[in-house]
T-cell receptor
Framework: DVKVTQSSRYLVKRTGEKVFLECVQD?????MFWYRQDPGLGLRLIYF???????EKGDIPEGYSVSREKKERFSLILESASTNQTSMYLC???????????FGSGTRLTVV | RKEVEQDPGPFNVPEGATVAFNCTYS??????FFWYRQDCRKEPKLLMS???SGNEDGRFTAQLNRASQYISLLIRDSKLSDSATYLC????????????FGKGTKLSVIP
């Protein structure tokens, strides 16, 4: 089975801190994605990457950046955390465009 | 705006009932479709892909109607363990990388 591993399950950070969320997949997948999920808003795409060093903005990229230096790792960076970035963050990967995603177990981030 | 619309529910059904979820998508160029299941405070997990000819996996049947831009999921003989939120998902047209998720339909199966 494909494994998508997110480094932290729960995280509490202070306003203004720089926050790194890490995601690693073990199946040589091309495409990787970062979503956030909030009650009533569903899953919203932040950024995605279709190959190493490639990145594309999703629907809500403001306040975030990403890094994909190696195929298996896709990092989400909150440049200066704010309370409205408190959310569940989900990383996903897949082998190609015709396939569904495999999600990591999520990081529940609280910014205080 | 490209969207996937679902009835949020909740659907409260007794064990053994048959329940159907419907979903519409706005992007006529969408090419791949899926149903995901999400348990409370867990990540979404792929339940099944949806094919034009319709497909079945045990108690679950998925249908796609491209003309009406409509997807359905039928669950027969509901179990308590089927209680979850079901997400309808569509991929955009050729060359599109991301999936668009509906907000989900909540199902509670009651004894």
């Amino acid at each position: 089975d494909v494994k998508v591993t997110q480094s932290s399950r729960y995280l509490v950070k202070r306003t203004g801190e720089k926050v790194f969320l890490e995601c690693v997949q073990d199946m040589d997948h091309e495409n990787m994605f970062w979503y956030r999920q909030d009650p009533g808003l569903g899953l919203r795409l932040i950024y995605f990457s279709y190959d190493v060093k490639m990145k594309e903005k999703g629907d809500i990229p403001e306040g975030y950046s990403v890094s994909r230096e190696k195929k298996e790792r896709f990092s989400l960076i909150l440049e200066s955390a704010s309370t409205n970035q408190t959310s569940m963050y989900l990383c996903a990967s897949r082998p190609g465009t015709g396939y569904g995603y495999t999600f990591g177990s999520g990081t529940r981030l609280t910014v205080v | 705006r490209k969207e996937v619309e679902q009835d949020p529910g909740p659907f409260n059904v007794p064990e053994g009932a048959t329940v159907a979820f419907n979903c519409t998508y706005s992007n006529s160029a969408s090419q791949s479709f899926f149903w995901y299941r999400q348990d409370c405070r867990k990540e979404p997990k792929l339940l099944m892909s949806v094919y034009s000819s319709g497909n079945e996996d045990g108690r679950f049947t998925a249908q796609l109607n491209r003309a009406s831009q409509y997807i359905s999921l039928l669950i027969r003989d509901s179990k308590l363990s089927d209680s979850a939120t079901y997400l309808c998902v569509a991929r955009g047209g050729a060359g599109s990388y991301q999936l668009t998720f509906g907000k989900g339909t909540k199902l509670s199966v009651i004894p």
